[in-house]
């Protein structure tokens, strides 16, 4: 797999991809083709990156909040891709290369309860569950929990998981 940084000019290539398909664990499961061109004119997709097996792009992952200590990403594969570890080859590059380029000492993620195949590749990439918040995340429906996993510095270089020491 190959990861390749969005470039600004690739804004209707980016709002296509975005807008191609339902993103059902998101809290806008169907993008807005507008607003997706305004969030990359405005740099949202600045250190962005596309999932690519050859010529097919399977997927985005989008960093966010890099310069505040604790990033955290958004992550995007099509339904075409799912299933197939691509999530789970990107968690463990954006971790790799976060870790790599920048001072943090963690890296964040969340995804909703019941999105059971994000809470797999978490684990899978070395994540530890460390909250769990109830109603917090608004779907079309209903709310629904939200789950927040987080990988450490010093867990990522010696390749050991620090599970939560949780007070009873």
């Known amino acids: 797999m190959e990861f390749t940084q969005v470039q600004r000019q690739e804004t209707d290539d980016v709002a296509r991809f975005m807008t191609a398909e339902e993103w059902p664990f998101h809290t806008e499961p169907k993008a807005d083709g507008t607003a997706v061109h305004a ?3 405005g740099g949202a997709y600045d250190d962005a990156y596309w999932i690519a097996h050859g010529p097919d ?6 960093l966010l909040d890099l310069d505040d200590g604790t990033p955290l ?32 000492n ?37 709310l629904y929990d939200s789950v927040g996993y987080a990988i ?3 867990d990522w270089e010696t390749g050991t998981v620090t599970p939560v020491d949780w007070p009873a």
């Open 39 to 41: 969030r990359v004119a």
């Open 73 to 104: 990403f958004d992550l995007r594969v099509r339904a075409s891709a799912r299933g197939r570890g691509v999530g789970t080859t990107a968690v463990r590059w954006l971790t790799s290369h976060v870790f790599t380029n920048h001072a943090t």
């Open 152 to 154: 450490l510095r010093r």
């Open 57 to 62: 792009r399977l997927g985005i992952v989008r």
């Open 106 to 142: 963690r890296i964040e993620g969340t995804t909703r309860q019941d999105n059971h195949a994000m809470r797999n590749v978490f684990t899978k990439a070395g994540f530890v569950k460390e909250a769990h918040y109830r109603d917090a995340w608004p779907g079309q429906d209903r």
